[in-house]
């Protein structure tokens, strides 16, 4: 008797609404909805998800801006998903937040998936201090954030290598002609393995980087175990090459910023 090949589209939902990244050096509560602090080297801020409460829209954004002050930060950015209870939408666009980014929720299961790479682009499982250097090099100008410090990089290469030997993950690189261009992580819940955090440096577009780190962040899932693949992907950039390699496309999460 074979196991199931992919997950039903209730899982993918609901693991897409739960998928909450929580950054070292941050804090996070959960009471009404999720709440993760940035530290200052992501450019700080509160982002909000993950709403299931008994309270009305308007009472769980109050709750939300009053701990984003009590954090004493300026901006709260909230992630909408259709499995938040309640919606917080339309109360959102009613106190004049900004809509500032969307992202399509892809999945597709790993069994007989392939991604085709150019010989020109190579990948690789992060495992030392020079490519978390090379990482940093990356994520810096494509995400705006500080650079890592030495404390910061070792602190990075400890939490790469402890989800890799773990097997909850990895992180992954790849290079353009040798050169480190792209990179992106996974990490395995529930037999999801979700791909995080690509970014590919402006000038390196279009010459296979992000499908090289996509490839190889499959190869890892599927030895990991993991049956179904999500992604949250960007509509102008990694949403057509997900489409072209067989995702599918499960819904959008668009997101909200209030100054408060």
Known sequence: ???????TVDDIMRASAAWVWFPRDGEHENAELQLVRYPPRLGGGVT??????????????????????????????????????PQLEQELQRRGAAHT????????????LSVE????????????????????????????????????????????????????GARVLARLDDRAVST???????????????A???????????????????????ELGAITAIVKGRISTSAPILARAGFRHYGDERAYVLSV
Do not use: K
Not at 49 to 68: F, H, N, Y
Not at 102 to 112: E, K, L, Q, S, Y
Not at 118 to 143: G, I, K, S
Not at 205 to 216: C, K, P, Q
């Open 1 to 7: 008797m074979t196991g199931p090949t992919m997950h």
């Open 48 to 85: 909000a998800s993950m709403v299931q409460s008994s309270l009305d829209a308007t009472a769980v954004l109050d709750r939300a801006i009053e701990r984003t002050r009590a954090w004493s930060e300026q901006t709260l950015t909230f992630w909408t998903n259709a499995s938040d209870s």
């Open 101 to 112: 980014d969307t992202v399509a929720v892809f999945a597709r299961p790993i069994d007989g």
């Open 117 to 168: 790479v150019p010989a020109t682009v190579t990948a690789e499982v992060v495992r030392t201090l020079e490519q978390v250097r090379e990482v940093d090099a990356v994520n810096v100008p494509v995400w705006g954030q500080h650079p890592l410090d030495e404390q910061g990089l070792q602190d990075e290469l400890a939490e790469v290598t402890a989800g890799r030997e773990s097997g909850d």
């Open 184 to 198: 992106g992580g996974c990490t395995i819940v529930d037999g999801f393995v979700r791909l995080w955090g690509a």
């Open 200 to 222: 590919t440096l402006a000038e390196a577009r279009g010459h296979g980087a992000y499908r090289a780190v996509l490839a190889e962040r499959l190869r890892i899932g599927a």
